[in-house]
């Protein structure tokens, strides 16, 4: 077993190295022995490597950012916490099984594939960043293994899509014991479940990642009665949901990318320009400064486009005295960011952009001070509405009767949204966390109130109409004061006016 990529690279090259100095013996020869060394066909991975690719990881990180020895701690965490579980059911001599596939390559259109996205909770314990693949872990009472499933090398399909892992070095490259190709996941599975009694499989049946997978475990669960099924993806949610320190690293990494993207295009945004260009900015911006691709579809709202929430046209042109939304996040090896600004592109907020824009900062600095109470997010969102409610009724967005149910009916109805969810690997991270538990350090969340005032508004004064604001930054819960991620990119009337006016013509 090869313990490094750096050992398969050395015993990869001596052996080569061997055939090429015992043909090309002399002196004379060693032009010849340059030029054929050139052609040395090094083992090629399917993903970076530190070797392949210094400028992205260190020795020993599997992925940029993340060592070797937190992939193994994840899948133990993973395992002990189902034996903890089993104790709880009382059967000590459950055999246990958890199946995580990969994802699949995604077709536009014939041949034309998506950018690859691997399922977040395999490259979570895997490492690896290729589709096709199957990550099994197994614990026979204290006995935990690990196999990956994976493609075997293939020279034409190569040709096409670049490189693959292969199996050979597959083991050493993840810190699994043992590599297969994924051809043999049936056999080895059938034979694991016909040689233990009782297993317990844990797999996620609900979300089908890999369609021909999905069918062969469902013809099972018909025929294998001595085998019990269960979800994984709450365990694998609540393990992710608490994120490491190198985890958190790249969290701020990515947040910081964001966030300086973000505030550069509002430095070179003005009336006149199109929707699409400032999506085009923040794109750039973002990849210019490493991220691989923004995170999702951004919202780039002129106007009263910041009232259609999901708004991802982006294909009108701004006009002056007109705000602009933009919700834009990106992808830093793996982990994503997720941050809203608003502002005025001629630079000058209006009276009601103002004092509107006024209260969502002051309610979104509030919660993002309540979650040093640790509350739970649901909490956060029914506190929001109070407060927020509260503020709406002070510039008669709501009428000053309204209280209790009503009024926080009311301002939901403004902010028809929830204020935060949980952010990491996917923008709305662990989605099998409940935002009814209370917050922990070392997770991070959003906090995101927005209003938007529909023109068919009936309480709204007209000049209100239309107005969509939303400020959105990503927090780290820890002891004491959270820590706000996305901290350089700016939200106060001052700095945000002052960076808008930077480009204007006149
Ligand atoms: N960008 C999606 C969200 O804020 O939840
Ligand atoms: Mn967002
Ligand atoms: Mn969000």
New binding site residues.
Partial sequence: MFSSVKEIMKLRFNYLGYQILSKYSTRSTQKAICDQSRKISYPTFGQPTYLTHPHLMKEGEVVPGIHLQEFKSRRSKLLERIIRNNSVLKNPTLTHVVIIPSSSTVYMSDKIPYVFRQNSDFLYFSGCQEPDSILLLTAKGDNFSSTIFMRKKDAHSELWDGPRTGVEAAASLFGVDQALPVGEFERFFISFVNENNKSMIWYDSANIIQSELHRKLMQLIKIADNQMFNCPKTMFHQIRSIKSKAEIALMQKSCDIASEAIAKTISVSRPGMSEHQLFATVDYESRMRGAEFL??P??VAGGKNACTIHYIKSNQIIKDGDMVLM???CEYHGYTS?I?RTWPTNGTFSPQQRVLYEIILEVQKEMIQKMKEMPTLDQVFQEMCLILGKKLQEINLIPKNFGGEKLVAAAYNYCP?HVS?YLGMD??DTGKVSRGLTVQPGMIV?V?PGVYVSSKNQFAPPEFHNLGIRI?DDVLIQDGEPLVLSRKCPKEILDIEALAKENQTS
């Fill in positions: 995170a999702y951004p919202v919700d834009a996040g997720d809203t949204h969810h923008v709305h959003t995101e959105e």
